[in-house]
């Protein structure tokens, strides 16, 4: 695989923030950086990784596994990942991640056909007093409903996007003026 030398830059310059002996400290950035211009951490960039941050391939797929950000195989357009944690789940989440499968006809792990939607369950998404919620690529969603699924999805279907949510210190709708 030939790396673009702008990554090659952008390692060089990630790495030179850490001292020799904590090289390995720059993985999770280049990893990164990686990822936002392949799309998800190739074997290809793997061995590159594990050569840039002087650490073994184990070392490397231990970190790719470890963090939900990271990615080992593409994923579509637009990457939900919905909170499956106890407090979403009391909060009416099992319905809403049901509703969200059956809607796009996809099951966690997999990708939408036209590659628009990937989905993914994750543990706890930190936004647990606004529950159920869901990340779409970087855009947080809270104070979900079938209703609410329906018009964010429909949203990024149609290029016209539901600006993400701001968690308030108060209880209470934070989606104000983003009711279906």
């Keep these: ?42 074997p290809d960039v793997e061995t590159w990784l594990a050569k840039m941050c002087g650490v073994s391939l184990v070392k490397v797929r231990e970190v790719l596994t470890f963090y939900s950000m990271m990615r080992a195989q593409p994923v579509g357009k637009f990457l939900i990942q919905y909170c499956q944690n106890i407090a979403c789940c009391l909060m009416g989440g099992e319905e809403i991640q049901k509703h969200i499968e059956d809607k796009l006809g996809i099951r966690p792990g997999e990708t939408t056909k036209d590659g ?26 809270f104070q979900l409903s ?14 016209n996007p539901v600006p993400p949510d701001q968690p308030t210190p108060l209880l209470g709708n934070v989606a104000e003026g983003a009711k279906a």
């Design 116 to 141: 628009m939607f990937n989905l993914r369950c994750v543990e706890c998404l930190g936004g647990c007093a606004w529950g159920p919620m869901m990340l779409v690529n970087e855009d947080q969603y």
């Design 1 to 42: 695989m030939n790396i673009p030398p702008e990554l090659d830059r952008k390692a060089e310059e990630i790495i030179f923030r850490y001292p020799n002996e904590h090289r390995e400290s720059a993985l999770v950035p280049l990893m990164a950086e990686a990822q936002k211009l392949f799309g998800a951490i190739t």
């Design 146 to 159: 079938v209703e609410r699924v329906d018009h964010i999805l429909d949203g990024f279907r149609n290029g």
